[in-house]
């Protein structure tokens, strides 16, 4: 597995201040498959202070230029789409079909979307006796998670390129080798040096520096919330903007009036998708006292053909993790009906499908982010009763509501305090702002509503 051993810094490779180096592990054979240097404070500083010089000459690109390197980069990383892919499954586990349809097919069209918007958004508007101008925020600090790699950076970086931002990548340290991958793509595709740069690097390290740094303008992160809380206070003492996505407890709502076979099939999918590391999934399926039973056995039985179809978590410590919540479930009162926290393998870091039912809404599986493989299935009295459940926890991600008719699931819907909801399986859209309430975030990413997180304004007054 191809990995640098310097770090993507004004435009070229370069030996990073620290000696340290992070040890890629492919979670499916425990096996080293690549060595990154785990830069320190330093390598942050040379990074932001590359950024920042870039920053002027970036800031005043006309949009269509701007527009015309994010299509650079879209092509380059479809030129890389079978290497990205194969990466996703060394570093991540996931099966290579996973990988690539989704690891690989959702960020390139992300990147397309926005190379769309750079060129048609409007950074300068009328407004009355005013001309309102929205500038890019300045510096940004990128730090992304593990779980859905590229994704996550497209989702950030493309956006604060399209704004006219200059960005310093800090990705997780279980998955650098993919952002090492997209490193070459921004080089291959003549994004101008310091524009872009990337540090590898431990969280509390390289994270926190960056965070920290007064050099940084905004801080978008995605991952935990206690994370987030973090990231949020040290802005905020710095007075400087942030982006969090957050965690998530998602509802999969299904009204009475619902194809219960679909909505539960679809349901078990979405849970199991990725190994259920997705901090979207509908890890809360709620369901009619007069239909549970029923659905309880159709998710077992849907669970159980997941068994040989999914990838491992990502880390032998995410592997306890979700072991430990299956046990607190068993151990609280619900029922195991499919899975359980017996490994399935002796190697690699796999969890098996697991379904449990009978869960109440305190229970700390129905309320806390799991983060694998495993669906509560929750029953509840009437509609109302399905809404102060589904708008039980401190999260409000996102969810799904499943009726016969679509303006009865939209109508639940509108009462759910969550940022984004799949009406009878709807599909993703790249231009669709995501993000969350309470707890799972501030801000949004994708779409104009992503783009305007690396904007500000000022306005001219005539």
């Known amino acids: 597995m191809k990995a640098h ?6 435009g070229a490779w370069r030996p990073a201040d620290s000696r340290d180096v992070i040890e890629v592990v492919n979670p499916a054979d425990e096996q080293v498959v690549g060595r990154v240097p785990a830069g320190g404070a330093l390598d942050v500083d040379t990074a932001v202070r590359a950024a920042r010089a ?21 092509d380059a990383l479809e030129a890389r789409r079978a290497e990205i892919a194969e ?22 069209a992300v990147a397309a979307a926005f190379a769309e918007l750079a060129a048609r958004h409007p950074f300068e508007e009328r407004v009355g006796n005013s001309t309102v101008l929205h500038e890019p925020v300045g510096v940004v ?23 006219g931002c200059t960005v310093v990548l800090k990705p997780a340290e279980d998955t650098p080798l993919t952002a090492q991958r997209f490193a070459e793509a921004v080089h291959e595709a003549g994004v101008p040096a310091g524009v872009f740069n990337l540090v590898t690097g431990l969280g509390p390290v390289a994270g926190q520096a960056l965070a920290e740094h007064p050099g940084v303008d905004l801080v978008s992160f995605t991952g935990s919330t206690a994370v987030g809380r973090r990231i949020g206070a040290v802005a905020g003492a710095a007075v400087k903007k942030v982006a969090l996505e957050l965690g998530g407890k998602s509802a999969n709502v299904i009204l009475p009036s619902a194809d219960l076979a679909r909505a539960v099939n679809v349901g078990v999918a979405n849970v199991m998708a990725n190994s259920g590391q997705t901090c979207s999934a509908w890890t809360r399926m709620l369901v009619h006292r007069d239909q549970y039973a029923e659905a309880v056995e159709l998710a077992r039985v849907a669970a159980a053909k997941y068994g040989d179809r999914i990838g491992p978590v990502v880390s032998a410590s995410q592997q306890a993790r979700v072991r430990g919540y299956i ?31 009978d869960v109440t809404p305190e229970m700390t599986i129905a309320q806390e982010e799991i983060f694998g493989p495993v669906l509560s299935i929750l029953r509840y009295d009437d509609e109302e ?78």
């Open 5 to 10: 051993d310097g770090l993507y810094i004004d």
């Open 54 to 74: 870039a920053l002027p000459g970036w800031a005043a690109t006309p949009p269509a230029e701007r527009a015309a390197r994010l299509a650079a980069l879209r």
């Open 87 to 108: 990466t996703v499954t060394a570093e991540l586990g996931a099966p290579p079909k996973f990988a690539d349809s989704v690891h690989v097919g959702s960020p390139l």
């Open 141 to 163: 600090g990128a730090i992304t998670p593990w779980n859905y790699p590229l994704h996550q950076i497209v989702a950030k970086v493309a956006a604060a390129l399209a704004a």
């Open 327 to 357: 046990e607190k479930g068993i151990a609280e009162g619900a029922r195991l009906v499919a899975g359980g926290p017996e490994a399935p393998r002796d190697t690699g870091y796999f969890v098996s499908p697991t379904v449990f039912a």
């Open 385 to 462: 009763d399905a809404l102060r459940i589904a708008n039980g926890t401190v999260y409000g991600l996102a969810g799904a509501v499943w009726a016969g008719d679509e303006a009865e699931a939209v109508a639940f819907a509108r009462r759910m305090d969550t940022g984004q909801v799949d009406i009878n399986g709807g599909r993703f859209n790249p231009l669709a702002p995501f993000g969350g309430y309470k707890q799972s975030g501030v801000g949004r990413e994708l779409g104009s509503h992503g783009l305007a997180e690396f904007l500000q304004t000022k306005s001219l007054q005539f």
